[in-house]
T-cell receptor
């Protein structure tokens, strides 16, 4: 069991470029989440997917889009990256909402 | 508005002593609380949780206490070990998950 995997591990973008962060889980979890972690801000929820086929906004969704491709995969897209999106991004999954989440190792994104 | 607050950014404790990490929350509607531990360059890992119907939950060296009237959550680690040095996040869950800003614990050998 790999758990939750994320690609890439590190990425540098120029302002205005687009990219997609990939996340996959092999635990047959229904719910998946994207967070960003910034210094002094803790983890903030960007988007979540309670089940396959559904997505909902979290605390900080502006500038992002998501796709729940299937039960295993949940991607996060930045259409036009901005320096304010420089952060560490974590994907997580859980059996259902409101229970323990399992996190991936994170993607470090630097937007210049 | 911060739903979950960890007012101590850092804490240093001698090995073998007790570590106490604190967390305050604002929304009483949320009924499930968790603590996560995070090492550098890794994702957070689940440590221990507590439901709002309880006031204490224990797992080995880790105990979480919930004081609903004070809207306060604490994590006790006894005895503290150098491997416990990490950032600890408390989290609260209802319709969404809210995480605190984290407390960096250093256990001094």
């Amino acid at each position: 069991n790999a758990g939750v995997t994320q690609t890439p591990k590190f990425q540098v973008l120029k302002t205005g470029q687009s990219m997609t962060l990939q996340c996959a889980q092999d635990m047959n979890h229904n719910s998946m989440y994207w967070y960003r972690q910034d210094p002094g801000m803790g983890l903030r929820l960007i988007y979540y997917s309670a089940s396959e086929g559904t997505t909902d906004k979290g605390e900080v969704p502006n500038g992002y889009n998501v796709s729940r491709l299937n039960k295993r995969e949940f991607s996060l897209r930045l259409e036009s990256a901005a320096p304010s999106q420089t952060s560490v991004y974590f994907c997580a999954s859980s059996e259902e909402r409101r229970v323990t989440q399992y996190f991936g190792p994170g993607t470090r994104l630097l937007v210049l | 508005d911060q739903q979950v607050k960890q007012n101590s950014p850092s804490l240093s404790v001698q090995e073998g002593r007790i570590s106490i990490l604190n967390c305050d929350y604002t929304n009483s509607m949320f009924d499930y609380f968790l603590w996560y531990k995070k090492y550098p360059a890794e994702g957070p890992t689940f440590l221990i949780s507590i439901s709002s119907i309880k006031d204490k939950n224990e797992d080995g060296r880790f105990t979480v206490f919930l004081n609903k009237s004070a809207k306060h959550l604490s994590l006790h680690i006894v005895p503290s070990q150098p491997g416990d040095s990490a950032v600890y996040f408390c989290a609260q869950t209802g319709n969404q998950f809210y995480f605190g800003t984290g407390t960096s614990l250093t256990v001094i050998p």
